[in-house]
């Protein structure tokens, strides 16, 4: 058993090794075997650089230097060629990222305002020309329909009723002309007679005159025998009663002329009336024909308007119908059954997968050499196919021309930016997955230049 002068004594502890503070060298000990330490890395060290230059500074086999001279030859021709042949391959052909494939997006609006009753199609269903797309409430319409009949029915009578008119007024005026002819020639013939009743009374006037003329002689010459007794006083008598009776007879004539020669200008005021009767006839008788004519026009052209109008209400009837114009692919639909819709508003977008095209922005730099008709290879990147092409159309102005805002250089800093221009390509018909391309799709077009 241990003693108690065992217990006391504490068993020895080992060396403690100080930690050696950072920049200061070991101490004692650890120092001399630290010195050991490196002067044996530093041995092995010079001994592997001392093998490393005497590798160096032996001399290369001739057949090996030989072999490193030709590779390095062949390589650079390589690659001299290869860059030649890509720099003249570059030349040929000019291509750009900044493209994709546009279509024909038809905005199909109502014509009419309504109350849809019917939608037939669904976003992204394809449809064919003539499908049904939407129908809207009729009833409207019909009324509208039924109206403008009744209005061009009753215009059609009124034109019926008018156009009797004209015919019935050119035979009236026609029979008036030829009355009025017949009185100028009654007319003519009155004046005629009273002329000669005029001429004949001047005549009697003139009998009578030389009769009276005779009778004033024999009534002087027998008066001078009576007042000598050669004859009787009853035969002077008699002389002087023939006397008064001449120159009666004589007044009696100058009337008779007087009345004659007034006769005479009745009748010429007559035959004028009666001229200018028949030249107003003959002068308002086309006139009245015209105007007939005329109401028989108005007539028809009111016809006209409400078969105009009644075409309109049948036109507007048939648009509560509509229908597919292209084949495409709905979508955007906004059309729900028992909507309200206005005139002019935006139902149903077709988007027609036939005849599209790509439209590619070139630098205006890349625009030097290519023309309509170059063909082209146009990758599609969803398909991650290639399709063939062929320019079709050259561009009019650059795209910031065609912008709602154009920039105006004129004003601030200019700083000159290469300028893209839209280059209009069209697909090759009958090619393989042509069905599948979609307007907004990105492509890579490569234009061959010839």
């Known amino acids: 058993m241990p003693t108690e002068d065992a217990k006391d004594q504490k068993p020895a502890e080992p060396d403690q090794q100080k930690p050696v503070e950072p920049g200061k060298k070991p101490e004692g000990d650890d120092a001399k075997k630290g010195d050991a330490g490196n002067k044996d890395d530093a041995g092995e060290k010079d001994d592997a650089s001392k093998k490393d230059d005497a590798e160096k500074k032996k001399p290369l086999d001739p057949a090996t230097k030989r072999r490193r001279i030709i ?7 390589v690659v001299l060629v290869a860059g030649i042949a890509w720099w003249l391959y570059s030349r040929t052909y000019e291509s750009t990222d900044d493209a994709q494939i546009d279509g024909h997006l038809n905005s199909i609006a109502s014509r009419v305002g309504g109350t849809v ?7 992204d269903q394809p449809v064919k020309a003539g499908q049904p797309l939407v129908d809207l409430d009729p009833r409207d319409y019909e009324v509208q329909v039924a109206q403008a009949q009744a209005t061009y029915e009753q215009a059609v009578a009124l034109e019926a009723a008018e156009g009797p008119n004209v015919p019935i007024t050119m035979t009236s005026n026609r029979s008036t002309v030829d009355v009025d002819a017949e009185g100028v020639t009654n007319g003519d013939a009155a004046v005629a007679s009273a002329q000669h009743d005029y001429n004949s009374n001047n005549a009697k006037l003139d009998q009578a005159e030389a009769n009276n003329r005779k009778s004033q002689s024999d009534l002087v ?5 009576v007042d000598k007794g050669e004859i009787s006083l009853s035969d002077y008598d008699q002389y002087v009663a023939n006397a008064g009776s001449e120159a009666a007879a004589v007044e009696a004539s100058r009337y008779a002329a007087a009345s004659s020669a007034k006769v005479v200008e009745e009748r ?3 035959l004028r009336q009666q001229q200018s009767r028949l ?6 008788s086309p006139r009245q024909v015209a105007i007939r004519q005329a109401n028989v026009n108005s007539r028809r052209a009111s016809a006209d308007s409400a ?3 009644l075409d309109a209400a049948l036109l507007n009837l048939s648009y509560c119908h509509i229908v597919a114009p292209v084949d495409g692919i709905a979508s955007q639909r906004s059309a729900e059954i ?9 139902l149903i977008v077709l988007v027609q997968t036939a005849g599209v095209w790509t439209t590619a922005n070139f630098k205006e730099t890349q625009l030097r050499k290519m023309h309509v008709g170059q063909r082209v290879n146009i990758k599609v990147d969803s398909l991650d196919e290639s399709f063939e092409g062929e320019i079709e159309n050259m561009p009019a102005a650059t795209g910031d021309r065609s912008s709602l805002f154009p920039p105006e250089n004129a004003t601030g800093n200019y700083v000159k930016i290469v300028q893209r221009l839209p280059v209009r390509i069209r697909f090759n018909p009958n090619q393989r997955d042509l069905d599948k ?3 907004g799709m990105s492509v890579e077009p490569k234009v061959h230049l010839d």
Request: aromatic share 4%; charged share 25%; net charge positive.
């Open 279 to 284: 030249s107003e006839d003959k002068i308002n």
């Open 221 to 225: 010459r027998y008066k001078q025998l």
């Open 338 to 346: 028992g909507g309200r819709i206005s005139q002019g508003q935006q």
């Open 437 to 439: 391309l979609r307007p």
């Open 71 to 77: 590779i390095g030859v062949v390589v650079g021709i």
């Open 307 to 309: 078969k105009a109008q």
């Open 268 to 270: 010429s005021a007559q």
């Open 117 to 123: 009753r019917g939608v037939y199609v669904e976003n």
